[in-house]
């Protein structure tokens, strides 16, 4: 059974940083695409980041400079870095990941879940 574990979420004041984690289990990592999404009320799932095997990455425009993934494939864990955080980057955050190593910026191609961290970012 393939379970994606994320943690890290709370509030924050704009400006500041939180690091978002996400663990996997029940998939082997290697050649698995990892993705962090985030969902606003009222809004569609948006792509923030993904990274590779080979650490390859791809970042929204919109975090670009602010935002870091990363990944521990022995540890099987992917991380979100964040800083300079806004009042737009409140969100629900998801953790994605699919099989293969071709960057994807649609929620759609993404086989695996996990159940979200909110994320909110005060004035």
């Known amino acids: 059974q393939v379970q994606l574990v994320e943690s890290g979420g709370g509030l924050v004041q704009a400006g500041g940083s939180l690091r978002l984690s996400c663990g996997v289990s029940?998939?082997?990592?290697?050649?698995?695409?990892m993705a962090w999404f985030r969902q606003a009320p009222g809004k569609d799932r948006e792509f923030v980041a993904c990274?590779?095997?080979?650490?390859?990455?791809d970042y929204v425009d919109s975090v670009k400079g602010r935002f870091t993934i990363s990944r521990d494939n022995a540890k099987k864990t992917v991380y979100l870095q964040m800083n300079s955080l806004k009042v737009e980057d409140t969100a629900v955050y998801y953790c994605?990941?699919?099989?293969?190593?071709?960057?994807?910026?649609?929620?759609?191609?993404?086989?695996?879940w996990g159940q979200g961290t909110q994320v909110t970012v005060s004035s």
């Open positions: 990274i590779t095997w080979s650490v390859n990455t």
């Open positions: 029940g998939l082997t990592f290697g050649n698995t695409l």
């Open positions: 994605a990941a699919r099989a293969g190593s071709t960057v994807l910026r649609i929620p759609n191609y993404y086989t695996f």
